[in-house]
């Protein structure tokens, strides 16, 4: 390597001033989030022109550090999404708090290997103890296994593998050793509005869509008990249900103490796609919807969604931890020492990966600078703007509200009295287009009941009564300029 390519500008050739280029990332980063209230949400360049911007061969020469992170931070910049910022309401995504994006900082600069407590020690313990805090804040078993993975689809994976093991082992059969090819067949039973990741989860796992069966569910997307009893009276051991705690469109609750009587009366595992919605356990009060929660088996939920920590960050528990580690666990290579004395718990046991980010610093540091009660607020706050919000926009004509607001996620859907049905979508799909474009704020689309339908999540822990009114207002306002003025014709 030539030294002249790696060096900085100050000479020092072979080691680039560490300093001089966190120091000006840093200026950078806080830049950005100084400007994020304020910014278009939306991106301004499409991806053709991101490419345009951006294509080039690979770089036959290194260049200053420095000047890379220059041009990376000049150069992405229109094509950054305000995601983190406080009116993207699309999909469910937080924002990152600034504890939890500071210690995401200092993890990326120690750069842990939080494979065990063998690579490192403080990476080991503090996954050990947010393990412990988000089983309290849950009120799940306290004996629990907890895996730090990257997200809800990960989470779903990790807890189903976990199910798909132990609804085997029940009947003599150590798929292990057999492999799914030597097993009976297992069904599983999912709600008519399981999020995709469950569908993902079980293709990874070797269950087949023949083999899922679909539980009806009423308007809100919740299961409905007698539908699920139904359906399991009609099926062999094993069976793996798969309930949900906060439906991605209406917010809503599958009735799990129910459910879960019913399916452990039939001996199923109850698996529970929290992804956000088992948050609402952390409140005193919203803690009603998840009635019965901690009798299930498994529970799937993330931290980069509504705990407001950076990408990536998941959570997989599951209550019988043998069931856990046995599906997960790594191999016992002899160079792998991951537990001397074979006492101390290895990260890497409860999750796919085997090398890992020291996620939990992240975690760690958000739920500690918010605390108990700030992770009520949070959640509380985010329940109140979206019922402001689905509140102030339902009092101009034509906006139909269609779920029942019970957490942070409003649906909303625009008509004109008097005319089709399917004029509505394509209205509907108008106002959202318009307001995407408009910058005030984002909202996705999606289809509820068949319908077409604009979705609302308030998950930023940095959304104020003011953002939200200034997004209802540029939701109305879209409305009013894709409605057509009296019998002219539309859009
Ligand atoms: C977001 C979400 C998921 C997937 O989580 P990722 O973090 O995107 O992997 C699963 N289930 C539900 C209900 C979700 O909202």
Known sequence: ?????????????????????????????????????????????????????????????????????????????????????????????????????????????????????????????????VAAWLLDLFGLPRSAGVGLVTGGQMANFTCL?????????????????????????????????????????????????????????????????????????????????????????????????????????????????????????????????????????????????WLNVPYDSGFAIVANARAHYHA??????????????GQERAGSDWVPESSRRARAFAVYAGLRSLGRTGVTELVERCCIWARRLADSAKREPGVVLMNEVVLNQVLLRFVEPGVSDEGDDELTTAVIRRVQEGGVCWVGPTTHQGRAAMRVSISNWSTTGADVDRAAQAIVDALRACRPPNGSPRI
Not at 198 to 208: E, K, N, Q
Request: contains cysteine; charged residues 20%; negative net charge.
């Open 1 to 129: 390597m030539s030294t002249d390519t790696a060096s900085g500008k100050d000479g020092s050739a072979g080691s680039p001033d560490v300093a001089r280029v966190l120091g000006a990332t840093c200026e950078l980063a806080v830049r950005f989030l100084e400007c994020l209230p304020s910014r278009a949400v939306a991106a301004t360049a499409s991806v053709e022109t991101m490419r345009g911007l951006l294509s080039s061969a690979m770089p036959a020469r290194g260049e200053d550090a420095l000047s890379v992170i220059e041009h990376l931070a000049r150069a992405l910049e229109p094509g950054l999404v305000a995601s983190a910022g406080p009116r993207y309401f699309g999909f469910v995504m937080g924002g990152a708090t600034p504890a939890a994006l500071a210690a995401d900082w200092l993890t990326a600069a120690w750069d842990q290997n939080a494979f065990s407590h063998v690579s490192s020690p403080a990476a080991s313990v503090v996954e050990e103890i």
């Open 161 to 305: 593998a976990a199910a798909r093991g132990d609804a085997l082992a029940r009947l003599g059969v150590d798929v292990e050793q057999v492999g799914l090819a030597g097993a009976p067949e297992i069904a599983v039973l999912v709600g008519a509005q399981a999020h995709v990741t469950i569908d993902s989860a079980l293709r990874f796992l070797g269950i087949g869509r023949r083999q899922i069966g679909v539980v009806a569910a009423d308007e809100q997307g919740r299961m409905r008990p007698e539908a699920l009893r139904e359906a399991l009276r009609r099926r062999r051991d094993p069976v793996i249900v798969c309930t949900q705690a906060g439906n991605v469109n209406t917010g809503a609750f599958d009735p799990l103490r129910e459910i879960v009587a019913i399916a452990h009366a039939h001996n199923a595992w109850v698996h529970v796609d929290g992804a956000f919605g088992l948050w609402a356990a952390a409140h005193p009060e919203l803690r009603r919807l998840t009635d019965g929660v901690e009798t299930a088996d498994s529970w799937a939920v993330d931290g980069h969604k």
């Open 328 to 341: 997960m666990r790594l191999g016992h290579a002899s160079y792998l020492v991951r537990s001397e004395g």
